[in-house]
């Protein structure tokens, strides 16, 4: 299971790939579902898990990202005001 500390670690790319994978699993897991085939019910409510930890991940990096561009335009306006 991915925990919060390990996605940090990543990348932006390896984190899409990683949360790519993890929903094409939560499909076929859901498909499996579907067709009574699904053995462990419960993998799906990690998937979701794992999913949300990592949109969550990428979230707090768009969300600094904005504050440091916010920082560096405050920073250049008063430099030039």
Known sequence: MAKAKALAEL????????MSDAKEELFNLRFQFATGQLENSARMKQIKKEIARM???LRAREIADAESLGEAELE???SNG
């Open 76 to 78: 250049s306006e008063a």
């Open 11 to 18: 990348s932006d790319t390896d984190l899409i790939e990683k």
């Open 55 to 57: 949109l969550t991940e």
